[in-house]
């Protein structure tokens, strides 16, 4: 099926389950521990070994040796995979920016060296410890404020320099009467999700089974196709549930790689789950960034010329984290310029992380907004419904899909209580307290991809069964849903099957696609499956009404069972029409924090979102989704920063003691709108992701806040106490 035009009225525009709040149907499973992990594949993988990575001690060089003697010979041990085996590294597989394993070449540290197999984790954790490697280390660059300035122009996606430029910036710059000039800087950031990266690998002959977590099973079997040198249909990934994931999943990692390795060497399952102090140097990462910002004003506000340059850094010297990107679609302005640069680093590897560019973008931008706002005197909030665009300002010709960002504003304000708000900084008082409000808008674009699904009829009951991956948000709710509207069935007679790559390549969860392309895939195979049971039953399937597990068509009725057992498969397709309109999501973001006059603690007492993301398929885990992501902008904006060691090359604070996070906890209240909005470009259901809007803008919400309680402007992030104790206001 391909979607061709935008949606008109069809029957989830009189929805009896999509879009009601609706209980996990995964749920049950999670909270009494039966929903099976990769790591926990007892079930599938009988007597599977234990395996335990061994990391570089260096950051860049060579590994001249690898003394394993003491180590093969330690109680329990099976066996040693060793880099050395591989005279070169292994070929790179979707999405990687390096090589995860072989050869002798040092790219990073805590790159993986060796994996040390053996009949019990605690064996293979005591073995490892013997292994002795030396190195010929040398010198690397670690410094990305050193590198920056002779850092080269960014490729965008069609291999053009990341160089956009519209109007002359330069002179509207120079004759505005009002001008921000200014540099921001983010810090690199893990994804600190709670499932470690992990696999159980399998060998049956020439083909392989990877129970893995990985969130995107296609890119998964192809790619561990490619780096092990054999044939893609000998490969099986399967992944039904996932413990987080948020980008640093979207990839194969060197815990499924070696994993494959050792078993096909041993001839015995072997699993292997990355141990937290390696995950953050070993996988992937988010990579810092310095910004600088320019905004041309006049005394009125109306933006007249907007700049935004983006330096970033990646081991590969390329895909850098791109901070531009969502300026050129929030603020009208007729001259404008937009540039990444890339510097290369020998850092572990930068990679897709919770929204990547535009969450630490509108760091950056939602803040400058702000200090413009102060420039001119004018509310913070009526200058982003002032310089609210008609069209997209970095492509004029281009149209918004749907979008409703200053209704946002407006309802985030009167909910929030922003008349209450005093525009004069640190003059707000609650005992020892300092408090402001802070607000950002958030934009995060909304992508679809093609995505495929089986659908089996059942003696009335239908299943659903796709690649499609569930990382913790819901993806089995929202497609058994779709599939129950589609049918006409209740919910409870939908079983949805998902993560396994024998079934039909879906869109994958990641970059706020998955919920549109997936659900969009699920009702293309059921109107298939419709016509199906139409053909058997003799009436026309699109023109039947399907509804409490029965079919009227021709002033007869069936009933669904009545079709026996049917199988069909299909697949959505996005017309090229999509391309014409900037589709995205947008937000109101809202914050209230308080300022220990003393000691400069931030505590953030509340947050707002009021999101337009078109039909909302699930509420009830439409805001989970948004909560979370609230909960990360805040610690993007108060504590996360991965502390880079500038002479040896790695990240300092390697686990969960050191790399804090925060939890829901620390915020007392939360609260997630839905506006009541279509969007018939993104998909036949008229429903964009939500996931990740929720992270784009509430961090510049909570700074802003933090400003408006004390006066001081802090444009490094995190916010933390060394940078603003000694400039609080004088306690009387």
């Known amino acids: 099926m391909e979607f061709t035009a935008p949606a008109e009225t069809n ?24 929903a099976p992990y990769a790591y926990e594949r007892h079930d599938v993988a009988p007597d599977a070994a234990y395996g335990y990575l061994v990391g570089s001690a260096v950051a860049k060089g060579r590994l001249t040796a690898l003394d394993t003697r003491d180590a093969a010979n330690a109680p329990g041990v099976i066996g040693i995979v060793s880099t050395l085996d591989h005279s070169a590294p292994l070929p790179t597989g979707t999405g990687n920016n390096t090589a995860l394993f072989g050869g002798a070449e040092i790219r990073h540290y805590h790159q993986a060296i060796a994996c040390v197999v053996a009949e019990t984790f605690e064996q293979a954790r005591a073995a490892a410890a013997l292994i002795r490697p030396s190195y010929a280390r040398v010198e690397g660059k670690f410094d990305l404020a050193a590198a920056a300035p002779s850092a080269p122009m960014a490729k965008d996606g069609s291999g053009k320099p990341d160089n956009k430029k519209l109007g002359d910036f330069d002179a509207a710059f120079a004759s505005a009467p009002v001008k921000i000039d200014q540099r921001y800087t983010t810090p690199d950031e893990s994804h600190a999700m709670m499932e470690p990266f992990a696999t159980t690998a399998a060998w049956e002959g ?23 040198s054999i044939p893609k249909e000998n490969v099986r990934a399967v992944a039904p549930y996932i413990g987080g994931g948020f980008g640093g999943k979207l990839f194969v990692r060197a815990d499924a790689v070696v994993a494959a390795l050792a078993a096909r060497k041993l001839k015995r399952p072997v699993k292997v789950a990355m141990q937290r102090p390696l995950m953050v140097n070993n996988a992937t990462h988010r990579q810092g960034t310095i910004q600088r ?18 330096w970033s850094s990646n081991i590969n010297g390329q895909d850098g984290e791109n901070g531009t990107a969502q300026t050129a679609s929030m603020y009208a302005g007729p001259n404008r310029l937009q540039a990444n640069y890339t510097a290369q680093l020998d850092l572990p590897e930068g990679n897709a992380m919770r929204a990547p ?28 419904i002032l310089n609210e665009p008609a069209t997209v300002p970095g492509t004029p010709e281009k149209k918004f899909s749907d979008r409703n960002l200053v209704r946002c504003l407006r309802e985030g304000a009167a909910r929030f209580g922003w008349d209450k708000r005093q525009a004069k900084p640190g003059t707000v008082r609650d005992g020892r307290w300092l408090v402001g409000m802070g607000v950002a808008a958030g934009y995060r674009g909304s992508p679809t991809m093609k995505s495929a699904a089986r659908a089996t009829l059942e003696n009335g009951r239908v299943v659903i069964e796709t690649d499609m991956t569930d990382i913790g948000t819901g993806s089995y709710t929202i497609i058994a849903q779709t599939a129950a509207e589609t049918m006409g069935v209740p919910l409870a007679q939908v079983d949805v099957r998902l993560g396994d790559s024998d079934d039909p390549v879906s869109a994958g969860s990641g970059g706020q696609w998955g919920a549109a392309s997936s659900t969009a895939g699920t009702y293309a195979v059921c109107l298939a499956l419709r016509r199906a049971v139409g053909q058997k039953l003799g009436f026309d399937g699109d023109a039947a009404t399907f509804t409490d597990g029965r079919v009227v068509a021709d002033n007869r009725s069936w009933r669904l069972a009545d079709a026996g057992n049917l199988s069909v498969t299909d697949e959505m397709n996005f017309g090229r029409f999509k391309r014409d309109f900037d589709i995205g999501t947008y937000a109101g973001h809202f914050a209230e924090v308080g300022v220990d006059r003393y000691t400069g603690e931030i505590r953030i007492r509340r947050m707002l979102a009021v999101c337009d993301a078109g039909r909302i398929l699930n509420p009830l885990s439409a805001r989970s989704q948004v909560i979370g992501a609230m909960v990360m902008a805040a610690g993007s904006a108060l504590m996360e920063e991965l502390a880079v060691d500038k002479r040896f090359g790695f990240f300092v604070n390697h686990d969960l003691a050191g790399y804090e996070v925060p939890v829901h906890a620390d915020i007392p209240h939360q609260e997630c709108v839905f506006l009541d909005t279509l969007d018939p470009v993104i998909s036949p259901l008229k429903a964009k992701g939500v996931g990740e809007l929720g992270i784009c803008g509430p961090g510049s919400a909570v700074a802003n806040a933090v400003y408006n309680a004390t006066g001081i402007r802090i444009r490094d992030y995190p916010i933390t106490l060394d940078k603003h104790l000694d400039r609080l206001p004088q306690v009387a």
């Open 11 to 34: 029957l989830f525009d009189n929805a009896k389950v999509v879009g009601k709040s609706t209980l996990r149907i995964d749920g049950p499973l999670k909270t009494t521990g039966r």
């Open 206 to 228: 020439d083909k392989l089974t990877l129970w893995t977590a990985n969130q995107m099973i296609a890119w998964c079997k192809s790619s561990m196709a490619t780096i092990l």
């Open 293 to 310: 910002i320019r905004i041309g004003a006049g005394r009125d506000g109306r933006i007249t010329a907007l700049a935004h340059e983006n």
């Open 357 to 384: 560019g535009e969450a630490v973008g509108h760091l950056a931008l939602e803040v400058a907004i702000d200090e413009l706002a102060e420039a001119v005197g004018m509310d913070p909030v009526e200058l982003r």
